[in-house]
């Protein structure tokens, strides 16, 4: 089984809240390699409990903590105590950074629904979108873009400022 398959089938089976969470939980590899030191007295937003860490440097996974202050990583790494006023348990689940999609066509799907669940639940966080995508349009390709709609209407103006 991939790298890729294991996360997603990890995250597969959870709300979506704790699929974005730990989809986009770590911080650059860099960062990931030498653990940020915070004094384990401190009392932070969230932690992470125990869950099997891919750093997306390439070395082997290991079973560590993630904590959150606010909207920033302030530590992963192998546990040491820290405390958190929201703990969560995430023994044997994957915790990753987003995935990037490089060829995504997510153009229909997020007209019809803006949050994108079908690439978070994978651990998707950025979508590369324009190549080969719907915009943007000369008036000779709107005409066609819409004549050959099918079941998803997209409105002819998307070009125009909301």
């Not at 997020?110 to 639940?121: E, F, H, K, P, Y």
């Amino acid at each position: 089984m991939s790298h890729y398959s294991r996360i997603t089938r990890s995250l597969a089976g959870l709300p979506v809240a704790a699929a974005l969470v730990l989809a986009t939980l770590l911080a650059p590899p860099a960062a990931a390699a030498a653990p940020a030191a915070t004094p384990p007295a401190a009392v932070h937003d969230m932690l992470l409990r125990g869950g099997t860490i891919y750093d997306g440097s390439g070395s082997k996974p290991y079973v560590g903590d993630v904590v959150i202050d606010g909207e920033r990583i302030s530590y992963v790494g192998p546990a040491n105590g820290q405390k958190a006023r929201t703990e969560l348990d995430v023994h044997g689940l994957a915790v990753a950074p987003g995935f990037i999609n490089m060829l995504a066509h997510p153009e229909e799907s997020l007209l019809v629904d803006g949050r994108a669940l079908s690439d978070l639940i994978q651990g998707v966080t950025l979508e590369v979108m324009g190549e080969d995508s719907m915009g943007p349009l000369n008036p000779k390709m709107k005409e066609l873009m819409i004549a050959r709609q099918g079941d998803i209407k997209i409105p002819g103006d998307l070009d125009q400022p909301r």
